[in-house]
């Protein structure tokens, strides 16, 4: 796209706060104040449930939640049950898909094809499930993708498994599946990966799937 788009690298963030900056970005992008934006933070740890998801898929009991310290949140996202996380990398594409053709199937295609190209990046050769969504190795999930489009404008996004905690998916059905499992970068190769690093590519991947000529910022005002 012709017009220079923001990405904001945010770091940690309570859960209702990047959500309620969403919903604030969301109605700046469908009135046209601001250009798309790409928001790049990570959660406290945090299970989401979207409008086609069911509490039976998380595992244990609030009191058991709260005793290891995960919100629980009730969200307008396509899918099920997620894990967010330290050592994740949350992305939430605030972005007018009237530019783009209004092709949802497409946007989510790209979003996995910017992530496929950033694992493979450090040597992780992932793939898609026709049948779901995100980032696969074989039956187990890398990536998750689960979007909301209001008035053509999308928000929420993807999670990529860095090296988070993994114990904590195990809350779960993660996306609904009781025969699959979560995996993550550092446990495919066996070692620590700095998030830095895979932030820095998955920038380049991003900006080249969609053609997002971007500005790059730390700080956004109101954010602490």
Not at 9 to 22: C, P, R, S, T, V
Not at 53 to 68: F, M, P, S, W
Not at 141 to 166: C, D, K, Q, T, Y
Not at 193 to 199: E, G, R
Request: proline share 5%; glycine share 8%.
């Amino acid at each position: 796209m012709s017009t220079t788009s923001l990405i904001w690298k945010l770091g940690l963030i309570e859960y209702g706060k990047a959500y309620e900056l969403q919903k604030n970005l969301h109605y700046q992008r469908v009135t046209e104040e601001i250009p798309d934006v790409l928001l790049l933070l990570e959660h406290p740890p945090t299970i989401t449930i979207g409008k086609s998801g069911t509490v039976d898929n998380v595992l244990v009991a609030r009191e058991y939640l709260d005793r290891e310290g995960v919100s629980l949140f009730f969200v307008d996202r396509g899918g099920d049950a997620t894990y967010h996380g330290p050592g994740q990398i949350v992305g939430y594409p605030i972005m007018d898909l009237r530019l783009r053709r209004k092709d949802i199937r497409k946007f989510v295609h790209d979003i996995e094809e910017a992530i496929i190209r950033t694992m493979r990046d450090f040597s992780i050769y992932p793939g898609r499930d026709d049948s779901h969504p995100g980032v696969w190795m074989e039956k187990e999930e890398l990536a998750a993708i689960g979007l909301g489009v209001r008035r053509w404008v999308s928000m929420h996004g993807f999670a990529i498994n860095v090296n988070p905690n993994m114990r904590h998916f195990s809350l779960i059905n993660p996306c609904g599946f009781s025969d699959r499992r979560a995996t993550s970068m550092s446990e495919i190769l066996g070692r620590n990966m700095p998030i830095d690093a895979v932030l820095e590519r998955l920038i380049l991947n991003f900006s080249e799937v969609f053609d997002f000529p971007a500005r790059l910022m730390t700080v956004m005002p109101g954010v602490a």
